[in-house]
């Protein structure tokens, strides 16, 4: 069956199943930890996508951005507690918790489940974004993907995906000049899918570091 197609199993299940089969690609690319927030190409990403149609909630994922940018520099680790922090702004509420049912997305398309120990395993998936003999863009592009598949929060996974990505990039000293290629549809089942997340994440992490450090035309490449 091809990634994506419309069934009743439970997505979320499927993404555990692959999750630790993924055949994460080497990265060799280097940080010197010292990029600047003020490059990035998050701002405009979204600014671009929902600015025009949602303009106070583009300025509260704004605001959360920076919140994200504080967090990466106390270089505290990525848990469940953070998220939901950056889910307040994002949202505009004041209480935000773990969803409290089963979750659907891509029109019906992928349903996630819930079980007593759904938002334990979430955690535990989050700290593994520390893992040490994992390259950044694959710590990077798993829990992007982990966000989406585990699906916690009632509405904006996808933003808090992007903000959970972000946060574990610029942790380290990386700020993406153009986020928009990692935005395209991803599904629970598609374990090659994920590894190409890291490929594009490790591409788009050099061209980053290259036109900080050297000044080079960044083309993506």
């Given amino acids: 069956?091809?990634?994506?197609?419309?069934?009743?199993?439970d997505s979320l299940a499927s993404w555990l199943r692959i999750r630790p089969e993924i055949p994460w690609p080497a990265w060799r690319g280097t940080r010197s930890g010292s990029g600047a927030?003020?490059?990035d190409g998050l701002r405009d990403f979204?600014?671009?996508?929902?600015?025009?149609?949602?303009?106070?909630?583009?300025?509260?994922?704004?605001a959360a951005i920076d919140v994200v940018f504080a967090d990466a520099r106390q270089g505290v680790p990525l848990s469940f507690a953070l998220l939901?922090?950056?889910?307040?702004?994002?949202?505009g509420r004041q209480c935000v918790g773990f969803r409290p049912a089963p979750a659907f997305a891509k029109g019906g398309q992928e349903r996630y489940g819930l079980a007593a120990d759904t938002r334990t395993r979430f955690?535990?998936?989050?700290?593994?974004?520390?893992?040490?003999d994992l390259p950044l863009p694959a710590r990077a592009a798993r829990a992007y993907l982990d966000v989406l598949f585990f699906h916690p929060f009632e509405d904006g996974n996808a933003?808090?995906?992007?903000l959970a990505l972000a946060f574990l990039l610029a942790r380290e000293g990386v700020f993406l000049r153009d986020a928009r290629p990692v935005a395209v549809m991803r599904w629970a089942d598609d374990?090659?899918?994920?590894?190409d997340l890291a490929v594009l994440l490790g591409i788009l992490t050099?061209?980053?570091?290259?036109?900080?450090?050297?000044?080079?035309?960044?083309?993506?490449?």
Avoid: N, Y
């Fill in 1 to 9: 069956m091809t990634p994506g197609t419309c069934r009743a199993e």
């Fill in 37 to 39: 927030p003020g490059g």
């Fill in 46 to 62: 979204f600014t671009a996508t929902r600015g025009r149609r949602d303009s106070e909630g583009t300025a509260r994922v704004l």
């Fill in 84 to 91: 939901a922090g950056w889910q307040r702004t994002v949202l």
């Fill in 123 to 132: 955690e535990r998936c989050l700290s593994e974004s520390t893992q040490a």
């Fill in 159 to 162: 933003r808090a995906a992007m």
């Fill in 191 to 195: 374990a090659e899918g994920a590894a």
């Fill in 206 to 221: 050099t061209a980053a570091e290259r036109h900080r450090t050297q000044g080079a035309p960044d083309t993506g490449g």
